[in-house]
């Protein structure tokens, strides 16, 4: 694991996200394990799957530059590329692309970024919320109801 948390705050908001940079590490992992394969790749599996995990750090990082609502939809595309990789994940290892502990390694990793980026979304829609609220309270300083 890199020390990018020992680093100061960056000019990208997303390099302060700890998902971002697991995401980063899960794109090591899978370049590591599908580097190994012993045939060559032409149903474009390994590129598929190698694509896939690039996506999830894609998409925070692209997401993060956007509104809340716009944040939300791309941490979202974000675990369906997280979802590609739990099948790919699958395959790699019937294929023996991949053994036994580097499947759960990858499971592992899978697993923990669906959470992380769970609670950034909902923490993400709570503040969204909180905010749309405080907006009609100042629309409406007067209100009764």
């Not at 405080?134 to 109801?145: A, C, G, I, L, T």
Request: proline share 2%; hydrophobic share 35%; net charge negative.
């Amino acid at each position: 694991m890199n020390d990018y948390q020992d680093k100061t705050p960056t000019f990208f908001r997303f390099e302060d996200l700890r998902i971002y940079h697991k995401a980063l590490d899960y794109v090591d992992l899978v370049a590591r394990e599908t580097a190994s394969a012993s045939q060559p790749d032409h149903t474009g599996f390994v590129a598929a799957f190698n694509h896939a995990a690039r996506q999830i750090a894609v998409n925070i990082s692209e997401g993060s530059a956007r509104n809340k609502a716009q944040f939300v939809f791309y941490l979202k595309t974000a675990k369906t590329s997280i979802r590609e990789c739990l099948v790919y994940t699958t395959l790699a290892y019937r294929n023996n692309i991949m053994n036994e502990a580097s499947e759960a390694e990858s499971r592992n990793q899978l697993m923990e970024m669906t959470k992380m980026l769970g609670a950034l979304i909902t923490s993400l829609q709570k503040s969204a919320q909180s905010s749309n609220e405080q907006m009609e309270d100042d629309d409406y300083p007067n209100r009764n109801w």
